[in-house]
């Protein structure tokens, strides 16, 4: 293991990785919506052997307090001990914690969802949104995957039927789309031996002690910014992180509109 | 251009009243106060102590713990005793804002614990947080590289705004908190919550940075009165 580790930073300082990759390539993205029947809205994302499926579901609830016009949007994150033998069963980990926060912060912050247009009666009824995000399988980068996957089962969910005199929802009829707005995209670029790189394997991330996810959306602005990990990043890198995440999530972008 | 006025008069680039004391938990091995405006914050350092639990301890170094938490008192609304998601990733965030700073590899073995008690908030919890976690760190003795000093900037309409204070978080355009080591340039905090350009990010990152670099003169400053004679 240290030896491989060894190895990593070594190819790190001269920019080369251990799958060929360049610094800013990511390994190939697959994209598939609808993959949940029972669900709103559902995508499956793969990362390489990286697997994530987020799932939306909605109800109807009353809207907070200092949002009584506003729909409500509840993400969630569970790292299953399917994914990794590194997950352990039992309540969110910080890890899962942190990603469900920064995923939620990129979509909440960009206005990627029209949150006025899921009001039903001001105060009282509201449209709630929840995502939901599960690891199916850990091999790097699951933030990225992750924000993928959400805004992905965003953009293809069906809303179900609210009958508002019998105050029920019908789930069989599902015909109108979310109002959708923007398409946030989370890039988290990570430094190895003081260069830095897009989409870490698992074995480049064990290495890493540093990154910064940047999340974007269409205009080219930064909606939400995270910087993990035990050590420090200077200005110069982090003004670096924002044009290789600026540059990638407008790929990633056009990737994610082929399939909306 | 119409002279631009803060809610509490402040000019964009000053901070809020700043106190800082050393030494303020006597059974700690480090302690330290911070208020930031009405943000107060309290932090106690225990360690370099044997590491609990157990099945966390490194060979090879240290292993730093960190622990937010906001008193029910502390807002308007109560808030509900216990860890909170948010509550854990600013616990997490802390944590990696401190440990770049501290020499780990010094104590292998051993658990260094920083408590964070919110105990008045309004605005700038986890930077105000930090500010006092650093100083502790130092109180209790523990090498360091350097100190972290910690502020929040935004975008209120034009300007570029240092340490949002009150109900400024409502109407910025971002809420950027930075985490900084003045003498090595280092940002080891950063988060964004907003909606701006990534040239208008870069100066409100610069503004917070430009806090960071007073509050750290205060910080030393405030080590000095405990520890110069």
Redesign the interface.
């Known amino acids: 293991m240290i030896i491989q580790k060894q190895f990593i930073s070594g190819l790190a300082s001269r920019k080369m990785r251990i799958d060929k990759r360049g610094q800013d390539e990511f390994r190939d993205i697959t994209i598939e919506t609808g993959v949940i029947a029972k669900a709103e809205g559902s995508a499956r994302v793969k990362i390489g052997k990286t697997e994530v499926i987020a799932g939306v579901k909605m109800g109807v609830g009353t809207p907070f307090p200092d949002r009584p016009d506003e729909g409500v949007l509840m993400i969630g994150a569970e790292f299953s001990p399917i994914a990794s033998p590194d997950f352990e069963k039992g309540p969110p980990a910080e890890d899962a914690i942190e990603l469900a926060r920064v995923v939620d912060r990129g979509i909440r912050e960009s206005g990627a969802i029209d949150m006025k247009k899921l009001c039903i009666k001001e105060k009282e009824k509201t449209w709630m949104v929840f995502v939901d995000i599960h690891i199916l399988n850990h091999a790097g980068n699951l933030i990225d995957a992750a924000g993928l996957a959400s805004i992905a089962a965003l953009l293809t969910a069906k809303m179900p039927e609210y009958d508002e005199e019998a105050g029920t929802v019908s789930y069989e009829k599902k015909h109108k789309k979310l109002p959708m707005k923007f398409k946030p995209v989370p890039i988290t670029v990570f430094k190895m031996s003081d260069s830095l790189f897009l989409d870490p394997n698992l074995e480049e991330e064990d290495v890493t002690s540093v990154s910064l996810t940047v999340t974007t959306k269409d205009d080219g602005n930064i909606v939400a910014l995270q910087k993990g990990g035990s050590q420090s990043l200077s200005l110069e890198e982090i003004e670096k992180a924002f044009e290789l995440s600026l540059k990638k999530g407008a790929e990633i972008r056009k990737l994610l509109e082929k399939h909306i | 251009m119409k002279e631009f006025k803060r809610e509490d008069g402040r000019k964009v680039d000053e901070l809020r009243p700043v106190v800082i004391k050393v030494g303020v938990i006597e059974q700690a091995d480090g302690s330290a106060l911070v208020s930031m405006g009405k943000t107060t914050a309290i932090a106690a350092v225990y360690g370099p102590r044997s590491m609990h639990p157990k099945h966390k301890q490194v060979s090879d170094r240290a292993v730093l713990q960190t622990f937010y938490l906001m008193a029910p008192f502390s807002t308007n609304e109560r808030v509900r005793p216990g860890p909170s998601?948010?509550s854990?990733?600013i616990?997490?965030?802390t944590?990696?804002a401190l440990?770049?700073a501290v020499f780990l590899d010094e104590f292998p073995k051993t658990g260094i614990d920083v408590f964070i008690d919110i105990i008045q908030a309004d605005a700038g919890t986890r930077t105000a947080g930090i500010n006092a976690a650093s100083v502790a760190l130092a109180d209790a003795g523990i090498p360091m590289r350097d100190l972290v000093a910690a502020v929040a900037a935004g975008r209120i309409e034009e300007h570029f705004v240092l340490d949002l204070g009150g109900k400024e978080e409502e109407v910025t355009k971002c809420d950027?908190p930075v985490a900084y080591?003045p003498r090595?340039?280092?940002?080891?905090?950063?988060?964004?919550?907003?909606?701006?350009?990534?040239e208008e990010?870069?100066e409100v990152?610069?503004t917070a940075?430009k806090g960071c670099e007073i509050l750290y003169e205060k910080q030393k400053q405030a080590l000095r009165e405990k520890w110069v004679r």
């Open positions: 998601r948010r854990q990733e616990s997490k965030v944590r990696e440990e770049p950027i080591m090595k340039k280092q940002i080891t905090l950063l988060q964004m919550d907003g909606d701006l350009s990534p990010t870069k990152i610069k940075i």
